[in-house]
């Protein structure tokens, strides 16, 4: 049984929020999240590749990736880590390439719950509620909700 | 006279609009925005001394500066250069350092009016409303309006 996902899109603001629960500790998570080899087993959902040109995650690094859909359908993102502090936060730009110019700022917490388990607080801010509903409306809850259970599975093997 | 800047928080939105049209070709604006040497010189109120640690203005690149007021107050700012395009577009986040990660992501765009005018409209989008009233608050008015005042003054030095 993998935990459940809480996606927040709040009526008339620009957000996303995103809550997940992981059987793991945090150091364990936060490194998931910070070293490509691992980023590469789990982001995104199950039937695309990813492709990674560039994971560097400390503050002021960059990152690029391309994830192919099974009919070769490529979609790029890229972005900036504007702070990365270790199994506490990390906060980064996050562009679509195929809607290029339309960059929101997320912000990623790490919290420590004790017996060896912890939390990801996600916070997506778009520049506009528009940007924000396109989004939800390209059904990235799928994506979320994939890449977790994979994320679950990456963490499971220690 | 200067041309007058327009401010814009739309009600229950974390947006800042800001719209300023100047005397001057659309290179002269950007070029005053992208080379430290010049930035120094307008950026931030009249009373305002500014130390600029790093200003490296092209995609990936990040910046660092103080402003110090006359009686010694200081206060610092830090961002990255999410992407720069010559004469067109900065985004760029931006971070108060006495409010720490609260990280906001701001477009600037440039538009050649012809004649040798051009308009500069900014959107900053912050991660929640109170953050956006908070700089609100703080009369960063002031300091948008006195820092044209200095622009223009740079602009006109040619």
Redesign the interface.
């Known amino acids: 049984m993998s935990n459940p996902v809480t996606i927040n899109a709040p009526e008339?603001?620009?957000?996303i929020e995103i809550e997940r629960d992981f059987d793991a500790p945090v150091e364990a998570v936060f490194r998931a999240y910070a070293e490509p080899e691992l980023v590469k087993q789990w982001l995104g959902p199950h039937d695309m590749e990813m492709e990674l040109n560039e994971y560097n995650c400390s503050s002021?690094g960059?990152y690029r990736y391309v994830h192919r859909d099974p009919a070769g359908e490529e979609y790029p993102f890229r972005?900036?880590f504007?702070?990365v502090r270790e199994n506490e936060?990390i906060?980064q730009?996050f562009?679509f390439e195929g809607f290029p110019?339309v960059?929101?700022?997320e912000?990623m917490t790490f919290t420590d719950l004790g017996n060896g388990r912890s939390k990801v607080t996600g916070?997506s801010?778009?520049?506009s509620?528009e940007a924000r509903d396109g989004i939800i409306a390209s059904d990235m809850e799928t994506g979320v909700v994939q890449g977790y259970e994979r994320l679950d599975k990456v963490l499971a093997q220690g």
């Open positions: 008339g603001l620009p957000f002021g960059q972005g900036m504007h702070t936060l906060v730009t562009e110019d960059v929101s700022i912000s916070q801010a778009f520049p509620v």
